[in-house]
């Protein structure tokens, strides 16, 4: 059961059958878009456009599960061939008390919901919750927004983000270097730089809770997210950020998301996804 608002388990039953058990067709500048393979790179690129899609979750959570698959199918196959879906499992810790503690939740990831609910509108927040490119809620219960949703994400013009590099001090394990880099010369809105340090697969054995003795798996789990900097309007960004991960973390089960997205939080304007770091 979801904290409030709850997306039941059928509607994910039903949105998995929409994505993967039919055919879709999406169309991006008048072209067809069939089911494919999502392709992993460290930037951007104007044949594939990118679409951040953010899951708000938690293993204290039984309406979660479905969802968490959901997005580990997003990640493995997309419903598109001609943009790539970018994902982040973003764990909030307000169910943290009703049994279990979620080991990924973070306070952090609680107030970036809480930005979107007031951003958005809306009442209250809620698990699972589906945020696209900043600005939409996903509706699984609503086969007709979905297509429209992620036809409509796919058209919009992205400025080009990249990942440039991602290693890991050798004399210092945990201490990650990430050079990013984002184009804005060609938009006309002041942003923010976002990076995320994402766990790419975890697995779990919950003990208590509402998902009491349930073997959980989850993708792109949400270690860090930092706002690293600002894109002025007409300009570009360029930094490497030096992060600090738990010395224990594999280097390649790590994936690292970068985004620009206007203050509010807001609209998406560009992202890039990366995964696993090289020694340096």
């Known amino acids: 059961m979801s904290r409030s608002g709850s997306a039941v388990l059928s509607s994910f039953v039903l949105l998995f059958c929409v994505l993967f058990c039919l055919p879709i067709q999406l169309a991006v500048n008048g072209q067809a878009l069939q089911s494919g393979d999502l392709a992993t790179s460290g ?3 104007q044949d594939r456009p990118p679409i ?17 698959t959901f997005l580990q199918r997003l990640d493995e196959s997309s419903p598109m061939d001609r ?5 982040l499992s973003e764990h909030v810790d307000y169910w943290d008390h009703d049994g279990w503690k979620d080991p990924h939740s973070s306070a952090l990831l609680t107030e970036r919901q809480n930005a979107y609910v007031h951003a958005l509108g ?6 699972p919750q589906i945020i696209v490119d900043g600005t939409n809620e996903l509706r699984a219960n ?22 440039d590099e991602v290693t890991v001090d050798a004399g210092n394990p945990g201490v990650f270097r990430i050079r990013i880099e984002a184009d804005g010369e060609s938009d006309k809105h002041n942003a923010d730089v976002y990076i995320a340090v994402a766990l790419d697969h975890v697995e779990s054995q919950v003990l208590h809770g509402e998902n009491a003795g349930h073997h959980l798996t989850h993708v792109a789990v949400v270690l860090q997210l930092l706002k690293i900097g600002k894109v002025s309007r007409g300009k570009s960004f360029a930094d490497t950020v030096q992060l600090k991960l738990d010395p224990n973390t594999d280097p390649a089960n790590v994936r690292v998301v970068a985004f620009v997205q206007e203050p509010g939080p807001g609209k ?11 020694s340096s």
Request: aromatic share 4%.
């Open 142 to 163: 609503d086969p007709e927004q979905i297509n429209k949703l992620f036809q409509h994400a796919a058209a919009q013009p992205k400025i080009p983000v990249s990942i």
């Open 122 to 127: 809306l009442n209250t927040p809620y698990t």
């Open 43 to 45: 930037g951007t690129s």
């Open 268 to 278: 998406l304007l560009g992202v890039a996804l990366r995964k696993g770091a090289g």
């Open 52 to 68: 951040l899609v953010e899951l708000f979750t938690s293993e204290g959570c039984s309406s979660c599960p479905p969802a968490d």
């Open 83 to 87: 943009a790539q879906l970018v994902v």
